[in-house]
């Protein structure tokens, strides 16, 4: 057998009785990190989705227009309820998709040449926005 192994195929080889019958439960124990890794990438997706509204609404300034609480808080209830938030996860999940299908050098490591600097332009303007007296404009 080669070196490379998909995780369902590999766990047999590594148990102790190589039989036929004992390869099932070899299969059956690659799956746990297969559906750790699945949902370990849904929660990021969703995540990912929440992060895309807020900067979509802070870049058009629709996060903050409530003029009170009860306003923002029902823009917040309309956003979590069930499927007020189903496009941007939707887009969230296209681009991810998009950046794995690319693989690492294609896909990961452009996206991060991109975000990196996006992400520290972002903390080093939130910091800025810190030291803002209150009241201030």
């Known amino acids: ?8 195929q590999s766990m047999h080889l ?10 099932k439960v070899g299969e059956a ?8 890794s699945l949902a370990m990438a849904i929660g990021y997706t969703v995540v990912m989705g929440w992060i895309l509204r807020y900067a ?4 058009t300034g629709a996060t903050l227009s ?3 609480v009860d306003e923002f808080g029902a823009a917040f209830g309309k ?11 939707i887009l969230a999940l296209v681009a ?5 299908m690319l693989g690492v050098g294609s896909g990961i490591e452009k996206a991060n ?11 080093r303007d939130s910091g800025n926005l810190c030291r803002i007296p209150a009241g201030s404009k």
């Not at 124990?29 to 750790?36: E, K, Q, R, S, T």
């Not at 991810?96 to 794995?100: D, E, Y």
């Open 1 to 8: 057998m080669g070196v490379r192994q998909r995780p369902v």
């Open 14 to 23: 590594e148990l102790p009785v190589r039989k036929k019958g004992k390869r």
């Open 29 to 36: 124990l690659g799956m746990i990190p297969v559906f750790g």
């Open 56 to 59: 979509v609404g802070t870049f």
């Open 66 to 68: 409530p003029e009170n």
């Open 79 to 89: 956003m979590a309820s069930a499927f007020g938030n189903n496009m941007w996860q």
């Open 96 to 100: 991810c998709m998009l950046i794995l």
């Open 113 to 123: 040449k991109i975000m990196m600097p996006i992400f520290f332009c972002i903390v």
